[in-house]
């Protein structure tokens, strides 16, 4: 049996987030995302009432530490301590990197990598006060093999593993596991903004022979937030088709 937690899925609107907030929301947990547009959220909060789910929403800019807990705050005055985390928000802002301006380098290591810091930073005294936690980042297959016009996103997708396994050190002892999840890619607004004869090569390329859904990366949010997950802490867990394979 699943005990509620309240969890924060950051990036909850979009492709993988929505996904990850129905899933955890299915299992009983009360779950919070941010918005950073007020009438897209609106929307969207629209949408998954009338297919069931009730995701409480709060504004909130990940990139910033000062936002990062602010957004917190909000979520714990209004539901409770947060017991879940998924730090999922990301953005790409691809070039090559001789080619790259400093606003797009910083653009993205602030989204992608330091929002971890300032997201995890406010939950992790209280989880571990608490003795009980999931921390999971939601990290890519390109932080692990890198991919061209991707440093940026690259470098902030592997740093995401560094954080994991010294968090998962750090923590341990408290009840508090720590994981990664490295999706290929996934058919979301991200992905398919790709221009399509780079997503044909891409799909190429997958032994399974097409894009992910967004529903198998939540399988996998869910199967870490578990209870029984709690000897699983400072992995990384690839899921992407098979597109990338190593040990
Ligand atoms: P989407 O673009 O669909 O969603 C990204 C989400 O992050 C949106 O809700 C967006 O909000 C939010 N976000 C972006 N910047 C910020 C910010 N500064 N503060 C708060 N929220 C922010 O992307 P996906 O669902 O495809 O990706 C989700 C995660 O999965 C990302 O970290 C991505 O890197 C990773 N990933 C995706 C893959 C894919 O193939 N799709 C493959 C591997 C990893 P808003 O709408 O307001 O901008």
Not at 179 to 194: C, L, R
Request: proline content about 4%.
């Amino acid at each position: 049996m699943t005990t509620p937690r309240i969890a924060l899925v950051t990036g909850g609107t979009g492709g993988i987030g929505t996904a990850i907030c129905q899933r955890l929301a299915d299992q009983g947990h009360r779950v919070a995302t941010n918005y950073r547009n007020a009438e897209k959220a609106q929307h969207w909060q629209q949408r998954m009432r009338e297919q069931g789910h009730d995701i409480a929403l709060f504004p909130g800019d990940v990139s910033a530490p000062e936002s990062g807990k602010a957004l917190v705050q909000a979520v714990e005055d209004a539901l409770g301590p947060v017991e879940i985390l998924v730090n999922n928000a990301g953005i790409t802002r691809d070039t090559t990197f001789h080619r790259m301006s400093p606003e797009q380098w910083h653009e993205v290591i602030n989204t992608n990598l330091n929002s971890v810091f300032n997201v995890t930073r406010p939950v992790i005294e209280g989880m571990r006060r608490r003795g009980w936690g999931r921390v999971i980042q939601i990290s890519s297959i390109n932080g692990l093999k890198g991919q061209y016009g991707q440093a940026n996103y690259a470098a902030a997708k592997a740093g995401m593993h560094g954080f994991t396994i010294s968090l998962a050190r750090e923590n341990a002892g408290f009840g508090i596991t720590v994981n990664t999840i490295s999706p290929g890619y996934v058919a979301t607004d991200m992905v398919m903004a790709v221009p399509e004869e780079v997503r044909a090569k891409i799909i190429a390329d997958i032994p399974t022979g097409r894009l992910g859904k967004p529903e198998e990366i939540a399988y996998a949010v869910a199967f870490l937030v578990a209870e029984e997950a709690a000897w699983i802490t400072g992995s990384n867990l690839d899921i992407n088709g098979g597109h990338h394979m190593g040990w």
